[in-house]
């Protein structure tokens, strides 16, 4: 089959889809339509969560390898270090969030067991990845282990694309349509993934999961009987993040920037702001939508030791997101599948007197999405005091912004309770 360059099956895979765009932004400006006011200019939002995920971490080699049959890798002049793990750290103790970080494992392979599964990796059967085990293997885990609050492990793949007869098609999980792999190949590479987390300490199995090259299908694909999100949720994925412009049966979905494929949500992650293998730029850009997605080298330095200035200007660029009345940042990945299906679902009013919930729309989602909690920003030209009634506040913070008073009133939703209200006084 003949292979088509990253580069290329991205540029194509948009100007084929390029008469989605005008949906696709509607879909991604959600927030600014669920902004409702009353008489009085107070003003309440369920906000747009934002959630950082971070592609192709895990391996060593950075170089682009393609024209020898190779994987892309990170598309960089350098190795991978150590210190190209806590730059995701730092980005997500900077911003008291957890990034998730789509893992590629077969260069933490120690023991050459990928022969055992020759449509993972170059070499088929004759894999040997000795190059790559050494002491930076365990500084690594550690960093991971040891800061799990600000790094989500998240499954990406083994080798990125699938070989037979060692010549790679885009790509591990689905082929360049969008139709998965035959189910033997994707639970075989499931248990390779999982034994290379064995390996080297890194469980649990994750909770969400990545398509590499983007390529993916939601619900069943042409010739099979089940989707792989079925087979992912029987390993305890919940989650799935893809551009719905190049995923198969896009048009089944019916939320939008969401869809529930069975139990698994599938989320738009719509398009990263640099091309996939750029590295020491300052971010700089403007999201439309509630996935911050990017490729490891976008976070990097070519000098591993200035991978600080890079992390620090998507701080600078992100904080902004958590300030705003119609957006914030997500503390992880659970936060964000929870306020993204309120988001989207609740129906919210504001009278003179209250803040209205109805929870009705969104208690249709399947019970695996958890929807106890939630977040409501309200703006007021004067001080509020808000009253809970059907709902628990579990915090609530309040700043000057633009000349307005801006509340942040976190949730807890009661039992059996469909509506709500915060009282206003």
């Not at 499954?155 to 990125?160: D, P, V």
Request: net charge positive; proline share 6%.
């Amino acid at each position: 089959m003949k292979t088509v360059s990253r580069r290329n099956f991205m540029k194509g895979g948009k100007n084929i889809l390029a008469g989605l765009s005008v949906g696709a932004m509607a879909n991604l400006s959600r927030s600014a339509q669920k902004q409702v006011s009353n008489a009085k200019g107070v003003t309440a939002v369920i906000p747009m969560p934002i959630q950082v995920v971070v592609d192709d971490v895990g391996w060593w080699s950075g170089r682009d390898a393609s024209k020898q049959q190779e994987p892309y890798r990170t598309g960089i002049q350098r190795d991978h270090v150590p210190e190209d793990y806590e730059a995701i750290v730092r980005l997500g103790r900077a911003l008291d969030i957890r990034p998730q970080a789509a893992m590629i494992l077969c260069e933490w392979d120690r023991d050459n067991i990928l022969r055992k599964l020759p449509t993972s990796t170059w070499m088929g059967a004759n894999w040997e990845n000795r190059k790559w085990v050494g002491p930076w293997l365990e500084r690594a885990a550690d960093i991971i282990r040891g800061n799990a609050q600000h790094f989500e492990m998240t499954m990406h793949g083994i080798g990125h694309e699938f070989w037979t007869d060692g010549k790679p098609t885009r790509a591990e999980w689905a082929d360049s349509t969008g139709t998965m792999r035959p189910p033997d190949q994707v639970e075989a590479h499931l248990d390779f993934f999982a034994a290379l987390m064995r390996q080297n300490r890194l469980e649990p199995f994750p909770s969400s999961f990545v398509p590499t090259a983007f390529l993916h299908g939601f619900g069943p694909t042409d010739g099979y009987g089940k989707s792989i999100a079925a087979i992912l949720s029987r390993r305890g994925i919940v989650y799935i993040n893809t551009p719905f412009t190049t995923m198969q049966h896009r048009e089944r979905v019916t939320d939008g920037v969401f869809g529930m494929d069975g139990a698994v949500i599938t989320v738009d992650r719509g398009e990263d702001l640099f091309d996939w293998n750029r590295i020491g730029v300052t971010p700089a850009g403007e999201l439309r939508g509630p996935t911050c997605g990017m490729h490891w080298p976008h976070l990097l330095h070519p000098d591993p030791r200035r991978n600080s200035e890079i992390v620090d200007g998507w701080v600078r660029l992100l904080k902004p997101y958590q300030d705003r009345l119609d957006t914030l940042l997500a503390p992880n990945s659970e936060s964000f599948r929870q306020q993204l299906a309120h988001h989207v679902r609740t129906q919210l009013a504001v009278t003179d007197r209250a803040i209205e919930l109805d929870f009705a729309k969104v208690d249709g989602l399947p019970e695996v999405l958890s929807r106890k909690q939630l977040t409501v920003k309200v703006q007021s030209p004067g001080a509020l005091r808000l009253e809970p009634d059907g709902v628990k506040v579990t915090s609530q913070t309040v700043a000057q912004r633009d000349g307005f008073h801006q509340y942040t009133v976190a949730l807890e939703r009661i039992p059996a309770r469909k509506r709500a209200e915060l009282k206003i006084s």
